[in-house]
C-alpha cells in the first residue's frame, strides 16, 4: 500500500473516532483500535526497505510532501502504530467521558503526525509534523481541568522553544544544501567542508532534541506533564513524544558527526541527564513520579549512546528504543490500573499489592526485571549493547559515557527494586470494584509479557534493528554487527553484573538512602524556572501591546504613517541583487513596484482604522446615551428613550470599565486628541422584568 494511502487513512480516522465515540462514549475508541492494528500490519509486510514518495506542495520553492520509508523510518512507525494499538485498546475501558471524541481525537491525531514526522523526506514537512506532535501533547495536558493549565503551558513553553531551534536548523539547512529533501540535504559534502555550518547545525538540533526528549535542562516538563491520565503519559511521555528527538538526533546522527561538537554535547548531556533522572527517581514514592523520572534517566541514556557514535552505538540506540517503549508503556498503563483500583499511587500505601492483585503485581515484577537490565529480558539485551558500545569506543566521549553509564546502570537497578519491593511484600492492599479492569490487564500483559520474552527471540528482531543503525549512518547493514542475546562473558557483561548487585544493594538500604536524599538537590527546581519563564513571557507580551490598547487612531496609525513615510522614496540597494528577472522585468521596475505595494498597504491599514476608530466611539456614544435606567415596574413595554442631545467622545481616553485615566493620549503621550460630536438616534429598547 502506498505510504500516502496509510497517512492518509489515520488523518481521515481523527474525524470519523471524534463522531463515533462523541454518540457512543469510549466504545468509539474501538473503531481507532481497528484501523491501527490494520496498518500496523500493511507497515511491517513493507519491509525496511527504502522507498520513497513525493506529491508536489509549493513547487516554486522546491517544496514537495515527500515521505520515505527506510530501516530507521521503519522501526519507529511499527512503534507508533503498534504500541498506539495498544494504548488506544486499554484507553476504551480506562476513558470514563460520555462525551470522548475529544480524547480519541487527539491520541489519533497524535498518532498520526508522529507517523508523518518519522516518514517525512521534506525538512518543511518534518518541521510542520513537530509542531502539531507539540501541539497535541499541550491540548491533551489541557484535558485535565485547572489543575493542568499550569503544567499544559510550561510544557508548550518548552517544547516550542525547542522547535525554534529546528526551524533555525531546517533554515541554515536549506539556504547551504540548496534543498528541502531531507535525504539529499544529509548526503550532501558541506556537512564535511565547511565546520561552521556543521557544528552551528548539529547545536541547533541537539537543543531541539533534547527539549523533546526531556535532556537536561530542559527536563522538568516532564514529570510536570504528568497529571495527564495514564493512557497519554504511556503513549506521549513513554514511547511515542519522547521517541520524537531520539528519532531526530538519529536520524541526524551520520551528517552531524561531522563536527566535533556532536559527540560531546550528546554524551555530556546524557551522562548528566541518565544520573540525574536516576537520583530524582530515587527520591520519589509516588509510583508515576518514579516511572516519569525512570523515563528522563533512560532518555539521557539514548542520547549518551547516540553521541557515541559508532555502529554498535546506533544498534543499541535502536533495541533500546524498543525495549523502553515496551516496558515503559506498560509501566503508566499499569499505574493507571493500580490506582483505579487501589485508588492510589503511593508505594508506601500499595504494599502487598501481589496478595490482592497477583495478576498485576506479576507485570509489575516483569517491567522492573526489563527495566533493570536482568538477564534474559529484551532490556538486557539491549543495555548489554549500550555498555559494550561504550566500553569499545576511542575517545574522551565514549570513556564519559562508559563511566557515566556504569553508574547509571546501578541507579536504574536501584529504582526498579524499590518499585518491586513494596508491591511484593507487606499488609493486603484493599481495592475497589474491578471496572473495566479486564481489558486495561490484557493491554498490560501484551506490553510486559513483549519486553520480556523479545529478549530470548531477539533474533526476530535483528533485520529491524540493523537496518535501523545502518540508515542512521548511511552504510549497509552488513557493516552492523548481528543481535544475540549472549556474547559470552565480556566487559560488558562484567559491569552490567556489578551494576546489578551494587543497585540491589541500594535498592535494600532504602532507609539510609532516603535519609540521604530527603533533601532538595537545587535551590531552585526545574518547574519554578519554566514558570519564572512563562511569567516573563507573558509580561513582556503585555508591555510591548499595552501602546496599541485603547480607542485612540494615533496609537493605531503611528506606526503604519511613519511606514508610509519611510517608503516615500524608493530604496535602492547599495549593490545589484544576484537574483535573476525574466526579460520584461527590470530592475527598477521592481523597486518601484515593491514601493507602492508598500505605500498601499500601508494606505489601507490607514483607512481601515479610521473606520475602526469612528465607528467603535459611535458605539460607545450611544451606549453611554442608554445608560440612564428606566422605570422599574415596566413588564414589556417598549419604551423610547432619547439619549443626551449632543455628546462629546474623546477617543484618546478609553470608555471601557477596566482603564484608567491614565490610558487617554493626552496624559500619557500629549499626543492630539481627536474628538467628534455626534447626535445618536432614539433606540427602541424591549424592557423585561427580572424575575
Known sequence: MSLFCVLAALWLLVPAVAVLANRVGARGGWLAVVVLTALTAVVATGGPGTRTEAVPWIPSLEIALRLRVDGLGWLFALLVLGVGTVVLAYSTSYVTEERAGGFFALMTAFAAAMLTLVLADDLVVLFVAWEVTTLCSYLLILRVGPAGRAP?????????????????????IVVRTGTTQLSAALADPAWTLDPVFAGAVAVLVAVAAMTKAAQFPFHSWLPDAMVAPAPVSAYLHAAAMVKAGIYLLMRFAGAASASPLWPWLLVTVGVVTALLGGVLALQRSDLKEMLAYSTISQLGLLVAVIGVGTTTALLAASAHVVAHALFKSAGFMTVGLVERRAGTRDLRELRGLFRSMPWTATMIALIALSMAGVPVTLGFVSK?????????GDGGPALLAAVGLGAAAVLTVAYSARMVFPVLFGSTTALGPPGGARTM????????????LL?????????ALRSSAAAALGVAPAAVPAVSVWHGVTPALVVSAIAIALGTVVAVAHRWVDRALDRALFPVTGVAVVERLRSGVVGLGRATGRPYRGDAPARHLLIPLLHVYATRQPTRSPRPSSCPLPERHTRSGDEHLRLLAKQDAGCRFFITQVVYDVERGQERCLRSGLGRAGSAGTHGRVQTWRPRPWRTVDLGQRADAHSSPSEGLRRRHGWGICRFTTRPPPVSVRVSAAR
Open 152 to 172: 499544559a503551558a510550561r510544557t508548550l513553553l518548552v517544547t516550542v522553544a525547542g522547535g525554534l531551534a529546528l526551524l533555525g536548523a531546517v533554515c541554515a
Open 455 to 463: 529478549g530470548p527471540a531477539v533474533w526476530l528482531l535483528d533485520g
Open 441 to 452: 490487564a490484557g493491554t498490560v500483559t501484551v506490553t510486559a509479557l513483549a519486553g520480556a
Open 384 to 392: 548489554e549493547y549500550v555498555l559494550d558500545a561504550a566500553l569499545s
